[in-house]
């Protein structure tokens, strides 16, 4: 079974991982860096090319880990996925106490008739701090398991 299970954590966390470095590197530059007129649709654009994708590769890869935290002998990489799960729990908290809220938001904008106030309300400085901090998480998940997956060669 474990043969199974780990190069499917190892393919959902790095397609996770993966999706957040690309919303680092390359989503939120592009988005800081639009006029607010072309912001909101493009926002609107890329949030739904990335859900449901994200989600479930984040929860595939955190049931996966929780799988081989249990189910491995070796007490290293049990700990070393048990503690990729725990970093999976945080990406995905970030994810729904702080971006998701910002992109449900974005979503329900008309770029013809924006708020007077959206200097003050403007979240892509947000959205770009919290995306760091949860990619950060996420990547390191992923160190963790590829690491736990050498430990077992």
Known sequence: MVNLVFPLVLLTNGLAAGGLMIAVLGGAPLLLSLPVDRYVPVHQFLVT???????????SALLLDAVLAVLVPDTTVSVLTGTACVFLVVTMTISLAKNVPINRWVATLDRDSLPD?????????????WNAVRAAFGVAAFVLNVTAAGFLL
């Open 49 to 59: 090319r990335f859900d449901p994708f994200m989600p479930v590769n984040l929860v």
């Open 117 to 129: 106030n959206w200097a003050e309300i403007d979240p892509r400085v947000k959205w770009r701090n």
